[in-house]
């Protein structure tokens, strides 16, 4: 079972950082990413890690101001996210796969999913 945490509300140009966890089991051997969804809009990938070897893969608009990050110990993933504006307000969910193949932005690969966590910028 996942668990998303570290949403809330922030100015336009302020940071949060989000912390998805794993409950009973390791994030060893899966690729863990950050999907959002904003209201009246599809799913969207944010960022993806591949635990074993921290490789990571972002989506075009939000490169260069999010930053996805693993802690070995704590068995987390985390996205820091900087620099927010308006257009980033939405639910953000953390999910997981098996790391296997091509790092991949397409939810439907994913099985795990944890239940989200919502962050709004005023603007």
């Known amino acids: 079972q996942l668990q998303a945490c570290g949403g809330g509300l922030v100015q336009a140009g302020g940071s949060l950082r989000l912390s998805c966890a794993a409950s009973g089991r390791s994030f060893g051997g899966y690729d863990v990413a950050w999907f959002r969804q904003a209201p009246g809009k599809e799913r969207e990938f944010v960022a993806e890690i591949r635990w074993n070897v921290g490789s990571t893969y972002y989506a075009d608009s939000i490169k260069g101001r999010f930053t996805i990050s693993r802690d070995n110990a704590k068995n987390t993933v985390y996205l820091q996210m900087n620099r927010l504006n308006a257009e980033d307000t939405a639910g953000y969910y953390c999910?997981?796969?098996?790391?296997?193949?091509?790092?991949?932005?397409?939810?439907?690969?994913?099985?795990?999913w944890g239940q989200g966590t919502l962050v709004t910028v005023s603007s």
């Open positions: 999910a997981a796969r098996i790391g296997l193949g091509p790092m991949l932005a397409d939810s439907n690969k994913y099985s795990s």
